[in-house]
């Protein structure tokens, strides 16, 4: 599976990029049909703390998946992304078995 990482006004991290990649591994060797992620990190001013944004855009067969997240740390935000993905991959599974 090839990760492609983005960064808008984020300075680039390889821990977080570590913790990601271990994250979509999990993913991937689950459902093995996944082609590619897309991973995009964003900041957001906001009044409360939240503000750090986590997209991720996955490649599978039938219209790509997306999930985004909005909290205050980037880990929090990817990891409720991945268990949004989680969810649309398992419907995405179910469909793909019945055709």
Do not use: C, W
Not at 27 to 42: G, M, Q
């Amino acid at each position: 599976m090839d990760i492609n990482f983005e960064y808008h006004e984020v300075n680039p991290s390889a821990a977080l990029e570590t913790f990601v990649t271990e994250k979509l591994n999990k993913l991937f060797n689950k459902y093995e049909f996944i082609v590619r992620a897309d991973v995009f990190f964003k900041i957001q001013n906001s009044s409360d703390n939240t503000g750090k944004i986590s997209s991720i855009r996955l490649s599978a067969p039938g219209p790509r998946l997306f999930a985004e997240d909005n909290s205050d740390s980037y880990h929090k935000s990817v990891t409720e992304a991945i268990n949004q993905l989680e969810r649309q991959l398992e419907k995405r599974k179910g469909k793909m078995k019945t055709h």
